[in-house]
């Protein structure tokens, strides 16, 4: 169980306290547990929807917004804002850029990308939350962003030698990490065309960051990696959300 309480201690700000120093083979199997953790993150996420179901829509969708960010310690909004930062400041150029993502300023570029997709989030959930049919999805975004991991770590070079990624790739159970990237989005299938929608929306933007991060930096960094977390989160929820006014 302890590749689990790594993947737990270093996602969420649950208080996990490991005995020992993991090693490079636990952090790699500890991947193959983001799903869960994401599972984890969005159980509680719906739990407290439920518990808070009779408040105000938008008191609700800001209590919900607040608690995603809280569980995760806001991780993946730091390599957001870091990603920003250095795509615009690094003016295409690949040494220029990871210089800048290693700064641990934000700067306006920055701030601006968490502001938009805090808003487009917190925008999402306020239509998501007007139908309770619909509560049970709040599940299925943290789980996808969770698989963001494990496609880049499986398809793509990491960028800094030294780096804690480049033990990560190396020790990663691929068949297994492929099998899990295949079946889990199958989930999303429980809501029927809606579902697909947001299967394809998950595949399309993770080969479009892929992409563009290849294309500039040669492969993926920490922040790019949890910059792709926010995005697909954003994506997906925002694709179900418009999917619902098509299909039901």
């Avoid at 394809?200 to 993770?206: E, G």
Wanted: with cysteine.
């Amino acid at each position: 169980m302890t590749p689990f309480w790594i993947a737990l201690q270093f996602l969420t700000t649950f208080p996990v306290r490991l005995s020992a120093m993991p090693t490079p083979q636990q952090n790699a199997q500890a991947l193959l547990f983001y799903p869960v953790v994401g599972l984890l993150i969005g159980a509680i996420l719906y739990g407290i929807t439920l518990l808070l179901h009779a408040l105000p829509l938008v008191l609700l969708s800001s209590v919900i917004l607040v608690l995603w960010i809280w569980l995760t310690g806001g991780l993946h909004l730091d390599g957001l804002a870091d990603t920003a930062d250095a795509w615009v400041g690094g003016f295409g150029d690949k040494a220029r850029t990871l210089e800048i993502m290693k700064d641990p300023s934000c700067g306006p570029i920055g701030v601006l990308s968490l502001i938009v997709v805090c808003i487009l989030k917190w925008s999402a959930l306020c239509v998501l939350l007007q139908q309770q049919q619909c509560y049970s999805a709040l599940i299925l975004f943290p789980v996808l962003g969770r698989l963001v991991p494990l496609f880049f770590f499986l398809s793509t070079d990491y960028v800094r030698a030294k780096g804690l990624g480049s033990q990560l790739s190396q020790y990663l159970a691929r068949p297994i990490a492929m099998a899990i990237l295949l079946l889990t989005p199958l989930v999303a299938l429980y809501w029927a065309w809606i579902g697909a929608v947001v299967i394809a929306t998950f595949y399309i933007v993770l080969w479009y960051l892929r992409y563009k991060f290849i294309q500039r930096i040669g492969g993926v960094t920490g922040d790019t990696i949890g910059a792709s977390i926010e995005i697909i989160e954003l994506a997906t929820l925002f694709s179900f959300v418009m999917a619902t006014f098509y299909f039901t």
